[in-house]
């Protein structure tokens, strides 16, 4: 019912900056919540940041406060991911999630109703 389209991946060095795009259609309109969430080989998906779509109070994986900040433009239906001070341990696919359900600052992957396709950053040492 959301459509939802990562971009803005790449390869950078350690101590590097990658903003991350992440465009929504459809049903955006329907959405209580936004979240980046990564993936790197062999793990689980992992929670990196929410916020909220009616105020836009975030929340963050503590490997990422102060280096990852999480923004919106409601004009363009789009969610932003700044992330500064990469480190070579923040390398995965970086995924974006809508959720539906309103459940209060949830880090869970079972509490978002859609995804993309992912975004691969690479953060070399």
């Known amino acids: 019912q959301v459509q939802l389209v990562e971009s803005g991946g790449g390869l950078v060095q350690a101590g590097g900056s990658l903003r991350l795009s992440c465009a929504a259609s459809?049903?955006?309109?329907?959405?209580?919540?936004m979240a980046w969430f990564r993936q790197a080989p062999g793990m689980e998906r992992e929670f990196v940041a929410a916020?909220?779509?009616?105020?836009?109070?975030?929340y963050y994986a503590d490997s990422v406060k102060g280096r990852f900040t999480i923004s919106p433009d409601n004009a363009k239906n789009t969610m932003y991911l700044q992330m500064n001070n990469l480190k070579p341990e923040d390398t995965a696919v970086y995924y974006c999630?809508?959720?539906?359900?309103?459940?209060?600052?949830?880090?869970?992957?079972?509490?978002?109703?859609?995804w993309g396709q992912g975004t691969q950053v690479t953060v070399s040492s």
């Open positions: 999630g809508a959720m539906i359900a309103w459940r209060w600052r949830s880090q869970r992957v079972s509490d978002f109703d859609s």
């Open positions: 459809g049903r955006t309109f329907s959405r209580r919540a």
């Open positions: 916020i909220s779509w009616s105020d836009d109070s975030t």
